[in-house]
């Protein structure tokens, strides 16, 4: 239900006169402002009730910078998850995957085209594109391609990364669908000789080659963070970490909370190349346009009715209403709770069975 629709489900269960979409955002005047007030106050309760709802659940990726060792946390955030950290290599493919279109990615030679096929894809017939990536100079990385031949004609893809569009200084290969269905993947390294390097895909036949995705980052193995309390970062590498020493710098191992929304790593970052993922909930905003949205789930829209018509009885001196109101509030959050935050707990039997049956005497 939109925050117009809320509204008139709480003023139709009070018997009230309902809003419409011309008249709800300046028209609205005594039980029907008051009304939409609520259905505002009781939202925050319902988000309220638990940290971690699952629709408040949000992803974040935050690149790291060398000698950097504090990053914000996101603004909108709750809670955070600091057991989901890892280190992960940052993606230099701008656009990897093709989700929606083939934006940054240049022509070389044909026309190369998007396709929604799949998740959406390149096309590539009798065509050529190329991608610019940041590199460091000696330094290798890793090259994943997907390619389906979805003509079942046999083309060769030819991959090449270089100092140039086309160039084949640091790598030159070709990648032949042999599976038609499946397609097929490449994986392979390369070293860089430049702080740019581009990636060429290449089909010169007069067949459909798609591309799935393609991606390329730094031959760096991700890797899980330790969470720490801040008095242990300070207890054990705050003197360490504020020495003005390169030997601090490296792959972090730990994760920790500081004092003024920020998070920190230790080891302090010794590269621009890594990227930090983790996982958060976060705030949300009142609604305030006639077809704002919450963000709980429709099922559970009759819990916010409740909450309202609560705040609304109260207001009345109903206490009878305000108690049926409530328990039907509190119903419903226990029902939120059991559907999408209780989970059934996992046993696992280490008892190890010595061939003997339940009640044998043990001989010595």
Known sequence: MDYLTLTNQVLAELNEVQ??????????????????????????????????????????????????????????????????????????????????????WTTSSGTPAYTATGNG??????????????????????????????????????????????????????????????????????????????????????????????????????KKLTYITYDDYRRRFLSTAQTNNSDQYGVPDYVYKSQDGKFGLYRIPNSDGYSINYEYWKTHDDLSATTDTPDIPARFHDVVIARAK???????????????????????IKRMRIELINSPAEMLDTRINFGRTRGAAISG
């Open 19 to 104: 809003l419409t979409s011309s008249n709800f955002v300046s028209g609205a005047v005594g039980i029907q402002q008051t009304t939409k007030d609520v259905v505002n106050k009781a939202l925050r309760d319902v988000y309220s009730s638990e940290l971690e709802w699952p629709w408040l659940h949000s992803d974040k990726t935050q690149a790291t910078f060398a000698g950097q060792k504090e990053y914000a946390l996101p603004t909108d955030y709750r809670s955070v998850d600091y057991d989901s950290f890892y280190i992960v290599p940052t993606e230099l493919v701008t656009n990897s995957t093709f989700d929606s279109n083939i934006t940054n």
């Open 310 to 332: 609560y705040y609304i009885y109260q207001l009345r001196s109903d206490p009878q209403f305000t108690q049926f109101a409530s328990a039907d509030y509190l119903a419903g």
């Open 121 to 222: 894809r390149l096309r590539l017939n009798a065509a050529a594109a190329y991608a610019t990536l940041s590199t460091v100079k000696n330094k290798e990385y890793r090259l994943q391609v997907r390619l389906i031949d979805s003509s079942s004609s046999g083309s060769s893809l030819k991959i090449q990364v270089g100092t140039s569009p086309a160039g084949t200084q640091n790598l030159s290969t070709t990648l032949t669908i042999a599976d038609f269905g499946d397609g097929s993947i490449l994986d392979i390294k390369f070293t860089a000789t430049a702080s740019t390097s581009y990636l060429t895909l290449d089909n010169d036949d007069s067949n459909n080659l798609d591309v799935d995705f393609v991606k390329v980052s730094e031959n760096i193995a991700p």
